[in-house]
C-alpha cells in the first residue's frame, strides 16, 4: 500500500539543551505524490529526511523529540525509533557510504538488500535484472562498486533500494552527482515511481522539482516556511529570493507566467 505521510507538531533535538533543529514541522504528503523539501544548507531538510527513514531514531539515543508521524497506517509518538527498510527506502546525499562495500560487482551489491531480507532463487534475480534494466546498469553488472563514477554510484545505491520494493522514497539531493542525461533519466523514474511509491526528495534548487513535485516545502533554520502546490510556489517566488536560486525564474515569468515556464521545464528535464 503506497502511505500517506502525516507530520505534526514535530521538534526535533540532537541532544537536550542544545538548539531546535526541527521545529513545530507540519506536513502532510498525499499517497502517491511527491514532495519537495527545498532550501539552503543548514534548513533542516536532510534532518526531517533521516527522522521520517528512522534513522535519528535507532542512531541519536541521546535525542528529544517531540510530536507525532503517520506514515500509512503507521503511527510514529514522536518519531520511529528503527530503521523502516524495507518499508522506506532513503537515498543519502553520500552514496558511497550507503554501499555495503563488501561486494565485488554492481550485481552483487545490488543482491546484498535481497539476502538480507530473505529473498533467494527466481525472484532474487528477476529484481536484480530489472534493477540493472531499470537504471542503466546492466553494462556495469559485473564491474567493481570501487571503479565507477559519482552518478553510476548514484544509480546503483538508488537501484539497490528499489529491489526491496519500498512504497516511501526519501531521496536526499538525488541529482547532485549527476550529468544532464542522467537527471533526465532521474525525472522519468521519480514520475513513474509514483505508481508505487510516496517519494519526498530535497534539493537546493527547483528546476528538478519543478519537473517532479507536487507539494512544494520551503524551508529554512529548521522551520518550515511555506508549503502549497505549484501554481502557488511559482506565484510565491519572491519570498524565498534569499534562499533559493530564482534569479532566472522570476525573469522567466516576468515574461510569460505559465507557458514559458512549461517550456524551459521541457527544455531541461526532457
Known amino acids: 500500500m503506497v502511505p500517506t505521510i502525516d507530520i505534526r507538531s514535530l ?9 531546535t533543529v526541527l521545529t513545530d514541522i507540519n506536513l502532510h504528503v498525499l499517497s502517491g505524490s511527491c514532495a519537495a523539501l527545498l532550501g539552503p544548507a543548514g534548513a533542516g531538510k536532510t534532518t526531517l529526511l533521516q527522522v521520517l527513514s528512522g534513522v535519528v531514531g535507532s542512531q541519536f539515543t541521546t535525542g528529544k523529540a517531540d510530536g507525532r508521524i503517520l506514515i500509512g497506517d503507521q503511527e510514529f509518538l514522536p518519531i520511529p525509533s528503527r530503521v523502516l527498510f524495507p518499508e522506506v ?72 533500494l528499489l529491489v526491496s520494493n519500498p512504497s516511501l522514497l526519501l531521496l536526499d539531493e538525488p541529482i547532485s552527482a549527476l550529468d544532464s542525461m542522467a537527471q533526465q ?75 514559458t515556464v512549461d517550456s524551459r521545464i521541457t527544455r531541461v528535464f526532457t
Not at 521538534?11 to 538548539?19: K, L, M, R, S
Not at 545490488?110 to 529484481?127: M, P
Not at 512544494?216 to 502546490?229: A, E, K, P, S, Y
Request: glycine share 8%; no cysteine; proline share 2%.
Open 11 to 19: 521538534h526535533y533535538q540532537y541532544f537536550e539543551g542544545t538548539p
Open 89 to 160: 527506502g532513503y537515498l543519502m546525499q553520500d552514496v558511497s557510504v550507503q554501499l555495503s562495500g563488501i561486494k565485488e560487482t554492481v550485481a552483487e551489491e545490488l543482491a546484498f538488500s535481497l539476502d538480507n531480507l530473505g529473498i533467494t532463487g527466481d525472484e532474487r534475480s528477476r529484481r536484480v535484472s530489472a534493477a540493472l534494466s531499470e537504471f542503466d546498469l546492466a553494462h556495469l553488472a559485473h564491474r567493481a562498486p570501487s571503479r565507477l563514477s559519482g552518478g553510476e554510484l548514484q544509480r546503483v545505491a538508488l537501484a539497490s
Open 185 to 259: 533519466r532521474m525525472v522519468s523514474f521519480i514520475r513513474s515511481a509514483k505508481r508505487t511509491a510516496t517519494v519526498l526528495l530535497s534539493d537546493s534548487g527547483i528546476d528538478f522539482a519543478l519537473a517532479v513535485a507536487d507539494l512544494f516545502v520551503v524551508m529554512d533554520g529548521g522551520r518550515i516556511l511555506f508549503t502549497g502546490n505549484r501554481n502557488q510556489f511559482l506565484n510565491s517566488l519572491q519570498s524565498f529570493s534569499h534562499l533559493l536560486p530564482i534569479s532566472l525564474w522570476d525573469e522567466v515569468l516576468s515574461q510569460s507566467r505559465r507557458m
